[in-house]
């Protein structure tokens, strides 16, 4: 059974700090990954794709990934209120149809 | 670019009916589209993946009788939940992938379904 990972939250910072988001997969043999963001009672948003080791970055979010680790994170910038919402990490499943394993998402609460 | 639309975006029924809900890609061919359905406070579950013009692939439990999915175009992908019950109440989101892209998935804006 493939599988996503990532810590529930709530993840609390503060207004202007970077907030950090893990993830692990398990499947090794995975080359796409992927953030959406899901605020409250609507459909998820992508916010960044990555599929090499290494940093991604676009404006103020990046994307780490470490595929040794099975490991990719998402740093937040200067985070602010209106960052608030639920993060899912999602990897491609394998398939030849492009289907995607969600983790059960990390909820971020940026305070003023 | 890459936007998918939903329609209805809330829809209220008695318990026993149907309901079709449409996913639309609005600026790309979308080769696959997926449904998800989302119970409050818990992640997404993938319930089945349609490609244009063939039959829909399912996930382990999910009734392909009770969710009709018909993909018959590029652009349009439709779910029927067939005699709905209480219990089929959730939120519904439909994805379409590129045919450039096709592990990138695009959400639509989802359709909130309650059975009374």
């Known amino acids: 059974q493939k599988e996503v990972e990532q810590n529930s939250g709530p993840l609390s910072v503060p207004e202007g700090a970077i907030a950090s988001l893990n993830c692990t997969y398990s499947d090794r043999g995975s080359q796409s990954f992927f953030w959406y963001r899901q605020y409250s009672g609507k459909s998820p948003e992508l916010i960044m794709s990555i599929y090499s080791n290494g940093d991604k970055e676009d404006g103020r979010f990046t994307a780490q990934l470490n595929k040794a680790s099975q490991y990719v994170s998402l740093l937040i910038r200067d985070s602010q209120p209106s960052d608030s919402a639920t993060y899912l990490c999602?990897?491609?499943?394998?398939?030849?149809?492009?289907?995607?394993?969600f983790g059960k998402g990390t909820k971020l609460s940026v305070k003023p | 670019g890459a936007v998918v639309s939903q329609h209805p975006s809330r829809v209220i029924c008695k318990s026993g009916t149907s309901v079709k809900i449409e996913c639309r890609s609005l600026d790309f061919q979308a080769t696959t589209m997926f449904w998800y359905r989302q119970f409050p406070k818990q992640s997404l579950m993938l319930m089945a993946t349609s490609n244009e013009g063939s039959k829909a692939t399912y996930e382990q439990g999910v009734e392909k009788d009770k969710f009709l999915i018909n993909h018959a175009s590029l652009t349009l992908s439709t779910l029927t939940v067939t005699s709905a019950h209480p219990e089929d109440s959730s939120f519904y989101i439909c994805?379409?992938?590129?045919?450039?892209?096709?592990?990138?998935?695009?959400f639509g804006p989802g359709t909130r379904l309650l059975v009374l």
């Open positions: 999602a990897v491609n499943g394998g398939g030849s149809q492009g289907n995607l394993i």
């Open positions: 994805s379409a992938s590129t045919t450039s892209k096709q592990e990138t998935q695009y």
